[in-house]
């Protein structure tokens, strides 16, 4: 029964998701009034605080990672930007483009222009001079990885931005930036949801200079532990350390399979302990208030000013969703092979209350949870195997324990019960 009741039940799932998994609209953060206390900032513009990098995470990238992080300065430099109607916003005298002129690209005034008159250059789209489905270089990240002693990557700094949230809260928001997002396989189909310029983050929170959530990014949406849960670097205890995925790059705190969004592990990502990845030893770092985002000081001094304003650019960071006639492009139930790019770091509700970015579509209560123990991947590469899948290790007769285990396991019924774990 089982043989028949899995796959039904599977393609019942991915129907449904494919229906309602539309991201959730999300308020633009630049067109908002700041909604964070300003009375009680307790550091300067430009200021970054000792204890941020003192608790910055540490990240093992997947063992054989194909698409490592990149430079977003070399990045740009393969790009023209052109708009959502195809016509070009750089003109030659553009190329080869510059990070410090992204932030100083504006839409065309006859379309896009947004209701209060702005014009919108969120439909910007960095788009690729050259092929980008051969794995040029510039897309695999050239073997870019982490020194094996010390965790610094060379040509790939993350991006610190450091958000004063008053009465004592700061938020530390580390970006890391890979080239090409590989997406997900599906029931050995795919990759589909591939897309150019990968966008990941997290976010480590603190009181009076004390680190008290850590938040990461997968999939739009994430998970939060308390900063006491999270596993520490073996060098360096102070220091969260986070896993990223295959391909995706989604964030978690432990390695081996982790579903996502529809349930029976159809959508897994995988992590496990490749390179580790000293984010704190190259980056960039700004502030930021809620409209003005002010260099301050990284790694490396002055790099910043260098590197210009392209956080203000609106725009996507890859090419816009292939349309259906090209013949790169590929259709499925679950979504198309190639996506729009993402939208950079200042998109990404950065003055939050709630350390999660936003509520996935079946978390229509909008809970953001914070657990206080690691919630540990399966299969293979997981260690120590407390996952939901255990739970009726223990449960007599065998059949029951059979029933219970295929009805669940891994599957809806399974985030329930992991709800009283
Ligand atoms: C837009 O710019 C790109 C890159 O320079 C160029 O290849 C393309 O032909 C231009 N398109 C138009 C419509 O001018
Ligand atoms: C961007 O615009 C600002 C303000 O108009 C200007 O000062 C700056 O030089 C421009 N930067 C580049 C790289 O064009
Ligand atoms: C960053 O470092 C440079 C050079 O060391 C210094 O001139 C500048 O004032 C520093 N900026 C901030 C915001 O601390």
């Keep these: ?33 700041s909604s964070i206390n300003d009375e009680s900032w307790i550091i300067n513009p430009g200021e970054i605080p000792q204890y941020v990098t003192e608790y910055a995470p ?22 023209y930007v052109k708009d959502n109607f195809d016509q070009n916003i750089t ?7 510059k990070l410090a002129v992204l932030g100083n690209l504006t839409a065309l005034s006859t379309p896009p222009l947004s209701l209060d008159g702005e014009k919108d250059t969120s439909d910007l789209f960095l788009t690729a001079l050259d ?13 870019n990885v982490p020194d094996i002693g010390t965790g610094y990557l060379k040509n790939a700094p993350a991006v610190l931005i450091v958000v004063d949230k008053g009465d004592g809260w700061v938020d530390a928001f580390w970006f890391y930036f890979y ?8 029931m050995g189909a795919g990759p589909y949801g591939n897309h150019v310029g990968d966008w990941e983050h997290s976010l480590v929170r603190f009181h009076n200079g004390v680190p008290q959530i850590v938040w990461m990014s ?3 949406g994430g998970s939060a532990y308390h900063f006491d849960a999270m596993e520490k670097s073996a060098s360096d205890q102070k220091r969260p350390v986070l896993f990223s995925a295959r391909g995706t790059h989604a964030n978690y705190a432990a390695v081996g399979q982790h579903s996502h969004d529809i349930p029976y592990y159809i959508l897994s990502d995988f992590t496990d ?12 770092a700004y502030t930021f208030d809620g409209t003005t985002v002010t260099h301050a000081n990284g790694s490396h001094p002055g790099r910043e000013e260098t590197y210009g304003d392209w956080l203000n650019f609106a725009g996507h960071w890859g090419d816009k969703k292939l349309s259906p006639d090209d013949p790169k492009q590929e259709w499925h139930v679950f979504e198309w092979k190639y996506i729009d790019g993402p939208l950079g770091p200042l998109s990404k509700n950065l003055l939050r209350s709630s350390v999660c970015q936003r509520s996935k579509w079946w978390n229509f209560w909008g809970e953001c949870r914070i657990r206080t123990r690691i919630n540990n991947g399966e299969g293979y590469d997981a260690e120590g195997y407390e996952g939901c899948g255990a739970i009726f290790s223990t449960i007599r007769p065998v059949w029951l324990r059979w029933i219970l285990w295929a009805f669940t396991w891994r599957g809806y019924g399974c985030t329930i019960i992991d709800r009283f774990l």
Aim: hydrophobic share 45%; proline share 10%.
């Design 179 to 186: 080239s090409y997002n590989l997406g997900p396989f599906v």
């Design 218 to 220: 997968a999939h739009g």
């Design 273 to 284: 302990r490749g390179p580790l990845w000293d984010p704190a030893q190259n980056c960039l």
């Design 58 to 79: 540490v990240v093992h990238l997947w063992s054989e990672e194909k698409y490592l992080p990149y430079d977003i300065k070399s990045f740009v430099s393969h790009f």
């Design 91 to 97: 003109t030659n005298a553009d190329l080869p483009l």
């Design 1 to 33: 029964m089982a043989g028949f009741l899995l796959p039904t039940l599977s393609i019942l799932c991915l129907i449904v998701a494919s229906v309602t998994a539309w991201p959730i609209p999300w308020p633009n953060i630049l067109s908002t009034k």
């Design 131 to 143: 092929n980008f489905n051969t794995d040029p270089d510039w897309i695999t990240g050239m073997n």
